[in-house]
């Protein structure tokens, strides 16, 4: 996995950690190691998806339940597209912590689908979808919320604490 993967990973993980701990605390069964873990190998197969055209969620949940992890695997398989937008759950948390990381910073959801617009947005069709998944993004943001009774942009302050990044080459 090239090194700006492994990164972002790293925040994703800190980001979905951060929001899993609190809505433990809220009293909602959260598994935080699943989301720990799913959180780090949500990207695992996106390289390979660069080159062949595939859905790199869904072909890493495949690797994950083929090496015997079908829990993970079922996260990292939703961490693009939620198979519900109702229930709080692990892999919302990893989805919606995904949406929060640009390369390797927490930015606002408003901030990171410009980016992914500008990069992915080539045609009418891919900007449609970008801009559904803003808005599922919006209403996951608020479901959360409301669960965790935390408000999720002051994320950002993960940004400010030290990371471990020395250990990966920076």
Do not use: W
Request: proline residues 2%; aromatic residues 4%; negative net charge.
């Amino acid at each position: 996995m090239p090194h700006h993967i492994v990164l972002h990973s790293m925040m994703v993980r800190r980001v979905a950690v951060a929001i899993a701990s609190s809505l433990e605390m809220s009293g909602l069964s959260i598994d935080l190691a699943a989301v720990d873990r799913a959180s780090m190998l949500h990207d695992l197969c996106k390289m390979d998806s660069l080159r062949t055209g595939t859905d790199h969620a869904l072909m890493a949940q495949e690797v994950l339940c083929d090496h015997g992890y079908p829990f993970i695997g079922d996260i990292v398989g939703q961490h693009v597209r939620l198979q519900s937008l109702i229930e709080v759950n692990e892999a919302m948390v990893v989805n919606y912590a995904d949406k929060r990381v640009m390369h390797d910073r927490v930015v606002s959801l408003s901030k990171r689908f410009v980016d992914l617009m500008n990069r992915y947005g080539t045609d009418d069709a891919r900007q449609a979808r970008i801009l559904k998944h803003h808005q599922d993004s919006l209403r996951i943001q608020g479901a959360m919320e409301k669960c965790c009774r935390m408000d999720l942009e002051g994320l950002i302050v993960l940004n400010l604490i030290p990371c471990d990044q020395a250990l990966y080459g920076r």
